[in-house]
């Protein structure tokens, strides 16, 4: 009966990591050049479970305390299929530590308009004179950042592998005055500027949006 509950177990967990693959919940978990691997994974894993399931009955039968693991976990992962895993980036960025941009990532011949949000990170940076951007056109996505001092940001997350390894980016907004707060977690699409403010004592750039419009998560929320 345990062998049955291992080959049970294996053959889910690699079903996980094919459903994973299939419907995009990966992009919230894996940054896309390593998905190949999860997938080859799944497929192994379900090669060992009928591999196991076929010569389960020659073998003799494990201890009951082992098929009880096996069964806990098959019913993980059959939980894992059933209610997938929903991220706060909030969250996760709260608890991550943001490090120093590498400047000679960015691309200088990109126009203002067509900068990320990354590239404006990086390009502050690199130069963090403010009036060096002041009136440029700004059009970025991301989601909202509450910080501990002062008004949200709109963030990203920078992943190199996984969600491990995550850091958190982020620019000033100046919201407008007028209408409901903005809400943490929520993407926004921002169309506007690049202004210049004095905050505790110091210069710096944000954006000042002409245009907010609330968007759905994007397939694949992570950049690079």
Do not use: K
């Not at 994974?41 to 076929?54: E, F, K, N, P, S």
């Not at 019913?75 to 996760?92: E, G, K, R, Y």
Request: glycine share 8%; aromatic share 6%.
């Amino acid at each position: 009966m345990a062998m049955g509950w291992r080959s049970l177990c294996l053959g889910l967990w690699g079903g996980v990591l094919l459903i994973s693959f299939s419907t995009g919940r990966l992009n919230l978990l894996v940054r896309a050049p390593f998905h190949g691997a999860i997938v080859v994974t799944g497929v192994l894993l379900l090669g060992l479970a009928i591999l196991d399931w076929r010569g389960r009955l020659s073998r003799s039968a494990p201890r009951r305390r082992e098929a009880a693991s096996w069964l806990l976990a098959a019913l993980v992962a059959i939980a894992m299929v059933l209610i997938p895993p929903q991220p706060s980036f909030s969250d996760l960025a709260a608890n991550r530590s943001g490090e120093p941009l590498a400047p000679e990532e960015l691309s200088f011949v990109l126009p203002p308009a067509q900068r990320t949000l990354t590239d404006w990170v990086r390009l502050l940076v690199l130069e963090p004179d403010p009036r060096l951007y002041e009136g440029d056109p700004v059009r970025i996505q991301g989601f909202v950042l509450p910080m501990a001092e002062g008004p949200p940001q709109l963030a990203r997350l920078l992943v190199r592998c996984c969600i491990a390894d995550a850091t958190p980016i982020a620019l000033p907004v100046r919201w407008p005055q007028s209408g409901p707060p903005p809400q943490t977690d929520q993407w926004l699409a921002i169309e506007g500027v690049m202004g210049v403010e004095t905050r505790g004592g110091q210069v710096r750039s944000l954006v000042i949006p002409s245009r907010i419009v609330p968007i759905a998560r994007p397939a694949r929320p992570f950049e690079a």
